[in-house]
Structure formats: C-alpha cells, structure tokens
C-alpha cells in the first residue's frame, strides 16, 4: 500500500513562490507515476502537471505552462511542484497523487492520494 503525504503549501502573495513536497512510502518509488492536482472550493478536482517514473517526461495543465515545475528525486521517494508567479485563481487545496506505472490526467486513474495542501493567493 503506498502512502503519500503532502506538504509546503500556505499563503503567498501574488506574484510569489511556494514549493510543494509529497513523500511517498510503502511501494518503490520508480513503480510510480506522479501527479499533482488541485481542488478549489466548488469545482472539480483538475490536473496540473505530471511526472514520469524516472522524470524524463513531464506534462502540465494550460493555466500552469511556464510557472510551475514538477520534479521527483528517487532516491529520497519525493516529488515536487515549484510553483512560481502564483495568481489568486491558483488558489486551492493541491494534492499529489500516484499511479502505477503509467501517468495520467485523470484523477479518477490514480490509485493513491496524499491528504492535500492547502494553498492561498492573495491578491
């Protein structure tokens, strides 16, 4: 069973930079493709970017493109989501997920999720 556990997020100004962390434990890492997604109040939960198992592919949301990078670091069994020149519409709460071999931008493909992270923008 595989455990993911969210953390960094927090409010920010716009125009600032936050860096998220997800952890991830009880599976070897490199089985694991990784996602972040994000949940505001009454909408859906969406994409937002993508890692392959070994990050040598990445994928990201339009509204992201430019401003946020996702990582992974396999020997630490982490991913990350730099996120930079953040809007008052990034506002949400940001989850990283995981999914067996494969990425995906469905949430609904995912197997694991963490506990979420909220993120605040003010503008």
């Known amino acids: 069973q595989v455990q993911l556990v969210d953390s960094g997020g927090g409010l920010v100004q716009a125009g600032g930079s936050l860096r998220l962390s997800c952890a991830a434990s009880?599976?070897?890492?490199?089985?694991?493709?990784m996602g972040w997604f994000r949940q505001a109040p009454g909408k859906e939960r969406e994409f937002v970017a993508g890692?392959?198992?070994?990050?040598?592919?990445?994928n990201y949301a339009d509204s992201v493109k430019g401003r946020f990078t996702i990582s992974r670091d396999n020997a630490n069994n982490t991913v990350y989501l730099q996120m930079t020149s953040l809007k008052p519409e990034d506002t949400a709460v940001y989850y990283c997920?995981?999914?067996?071999?494969?990425?995906?931008?469905?949430?609904?493909?995912?197997?694991?999720w963490g506990q979420g992270t909220q993120v605040t923008v003010s503008s």
């Open positions: 997920a995981a999914r067996l071999w494969v990425g995906s931008r469905r949430p609904n493909e995912y197997e694991y």
């Open positions: 009880g599976r070897t890492f490199s089985d694991l493709a």
């Open positions: 890692i392959s198992r070994y990050g040598g592919s990445t």
